[in-house]
């Protein structure tokens, strides 16, 4: 997938953006990336990967 290092940008300002004006607090973030971290290392990941890239593709019209 060509747009991962954006996509990771893209959701890291989002993040940020959350902490900053929504209130999120510092363990939210923690328990999130350890979700997300646990997540990857699933027999789900790769679907996951398919469904990024999918919806990617379709918002970019590529």
Same mark, same amino acid.
């Given at each position: ?5 954006? $996509? ?5 300002? #989002? +993040?940020?953006? *959350? ?6 607090? %510092?363990?939210?973030? =923690?328990?999130? $990336? ?5 997540? #990857? +290392?699933?027999? *789900? ?6 469904? %990024?890239?999918?919806? =990617?593709?379709? $918002?970019?019209?590529?």
């Amino acid at each position: 997938m060509t747009v991962s290092v954006p $996509l990771v940008v893209l959701l890291g300002v #989002a +993040a940020w953006l *959350a902490w900053r004006y929504m209130g999120l607090r %510092v363990w939210h973030a =923690v328990l999130c $990336l350890l979700f997300g971290f646990f997540l #990857a +290392a699933t027999n *789900a990941a790769p679907e996951i990967r398919r469904l %990024v890239t999918a919806i =990617v593709r379709w $918002l970019t019209g590529a």
